[in-house]
């Protein structure tokens, strides 16, 4: 099993940009389907991306597609969050997740493995 940590969050202005990094522990970290999460206080964790074992497939929630990036380093064992133009509505604690398989599942209860999470706060 992985542990993961995340990283790049921070204090932006709305239009910014910011790269969120999850490294991840262990030698499976290619056989993970990895995604990203989201919660913004009172709300429920959302779907955020996901990303393949190979980097090869992806998954975006309707609301950051065309924004967001995911991407994976299989040889770093880091996967990765590109967010652009972001926006206030994006404000959350952003979570890296992993699950074994190989679908890009939407759904929280999918993911075994979390990571502790990265704030993200973008001012208007």
């Known amino acids: 099993q992985v542990q993961l940590v995340e990283s790049g969050g921070g204090l932006v202005q709305a239009g910014a940009s910011l790269r969120l990094s999850c490294a991840a522990s262990?030698?499976?970290?290619?056989?993970?389907?990895m995604a990203w999460f989201r919660q913004a206080p009172g709300k429920e964790r959302e779907f955020v991306a996901a990303?393949?074992?190979?980097?090869?497939?992806?998954s975006y929630a309707d609301s950051v597609k065309g924004r967001f990036t995911i991407s994976r380093d299989n040889a770093q064992n880091t996967v990765y969050l590109q967010m652009n133009l972001l926006k206030p509505e994006d404000t959350a604690v952003y979570y890296c997740?992993?699950?074994?398989?190989?679908?890009?599942?939407?759904?929280?209860?999918?993911?075994?493995?979390w990571g502790q999470g990265t704030q993200v706060t973008v001012s208007s």
């Open positions: 990303v393949g074992r190979s980097g090869g497939t992806t």
């Open positions: 262990g030698r499976t970290f290619s056989t993970y389907t």
């Open positions: 997740a992993a699950r074994a398989g190989t679908l890009l599942l939407r759904g929280y209860d999918s993911y075994d493995t």
